[in-house]
């Protein structure tokens, strides 16, 4: 049961700036998904410098098939995947990736980044196969194309607070927010926030390809269940 429930209790909350659902919050929360992006992560590595050092599998889906390049500090250092691309990261790190190849938007990439805040606590035999699930939709990728930013907090739910949402074809709930609330906040209202997902904005510049947009984060690759 316990690792049935990490399978179905994926949430995600999503800000636009055509966002809907305001959800008033006046309590003082330290950190915001609007703050420089990194340092969520690193704060909580801080705390917990224990984290860090665990590879925790990431799962990235796309809406249809495409490719998942993960980046090791430039564009010629990139790992090309077809989707759903699995690797391992870290707690504290900012990971940069290229989505392209996308039958239903050909000649597109975007390049999200993926802030992990936490890790899971599987079985050891079995972490590979319970990997945090990235599930980018064809509507944050149309927003991201129409030049807004789509951020994501994804979290692990807690049970006694479980969405009464029936999940479909086994994708994740996503409840969408104003774009000023904390979304951070938000989720550790509802549950323990794993990673934060950005997407739009920032392209690469062909003038500087060694800048810091390629990330140079730990990297593992692990077998695709």
Request: net charge negative; glycine share 6%; hydrophobic share 35%.
């Amino acid at each position: 049961m316990r690792l049935s429930l990490i399978l179905t209790s994926w949430l995600a909350l999503a800000a636009t700036a055509a966002a809907q659902n305001p959800e008033d919050t006046r309590r003082f929360y330290p950190l915001d998904h609007q703050q420089p992006v990194g340092r969520a992560g690193r704060w909580q590595a801080t705390i917990y410098p224990g984290l860090s050092s665990y590879s925790q599998p990431v799962r990235i889906a796309l809406p249809s098939e495409g490719e998942v390049t993960f980046y090791q500090g430039s564009p010629q250092a990139g790992v090309v995947t077809p989707a759903p691309a699995q690797a391992g990261m870290q707690v504290g790190y900012v990971y940069r990736v290229k989505i392209a190849q996308m039958a239903d938007y050909p000649g597109v990439e975007l390049y999200p980044t993926i802030e992990l805040l936490d890790r899971l606590h599987p079985p050891t035999e079995l972490k590979d196969k319970f990997p945090i699930p990235i599930e980018l939709t064809t509507a944050e990728i149309e927003t991201a194309l129409n030049d807004q930013m789509v951020t994501k907090v994804i979290y692990l739910e807690q049970p006694q607070l479980a969405t009464p949402t029936r999940q479909i074809d086994g994708k994740m709930h996503t409840e969408v927010l104003e774009h000023d609330i904390n979304l951070l906040e938000a989720a550790d209202r509802r549950g323990r926030p794993i990673a934060i997902v950005r997407l739009g904005g920032r392209i690469p510049d062909p003038q500087s390809p060694q800048d810091e947009f390629f990330s140079t984060s730990p990297l593992t690759f692990i077998p695709q269940p």
